[in-house]
Nanobody, 117 residues
Framework: VQLQASGGGSVQAGDSLRLSCAASGRTFSRCAMGWFRQAPGKEREFVAS????????YYADSVKGRFTISRDNAKNTVYLQMNSLKPEDTAVYYC???????????WGQGTLVTVSS
């Protein structure tokens, strides 16, 4: 599956953004999906994930209560709604796919989110 992330941009602290990740191919419904981010000079970190059926979601403690992950299997798209953004949320955000628990082998190209104070 090929993944294309979009929706990043430059915003002020407290603003909201919604990231989208569109998947091509027929494997999207077989994949749990995740969002990861990498800030300048830091390692990539987990942000959120959602199961194949969207029945289970998981969040990093740093975004819990502010970010919401969702998916639309009919549109082959996963979303990340980000509210109450903070400067420390500044990073390149990547979507990734995990097909049947084999690990995140599918990665999008990343979209930059910049939050200024």
């Amino acid at each position: 599956v090929q993944l294309q992330a979009s929706g990043g941009g430059s915003v002020q602290a407290g603003d909201s953004l919604r990231l989208s990740c569109a998947a091509s191919g027929r494997t999207f419904s077989r994949c749990a999906m995740g969002w990861f981010r990498q800030a300048p000079g830091k390692e990539r970190e987990f942000v959120a994930s959602i199961s194949r059926s969207a029945g289970d979601t998981y969040y990093a403690d740093s975004v819990k209560g502010r970010f919401t992950i969702s998916r639309d299997n009919a549109k082959n798209t996963v979303y990340l709604q980000m509210n109450s953004l903070k400067p420390e949320d500044t990073a390149v955000y990547y979507c990734a796919g995990d097909e049947y628990g084999q690990g995140y082998h599918y990665w999008g190209q990343g979209t930059l989110v910049t939050v200024s104070s």
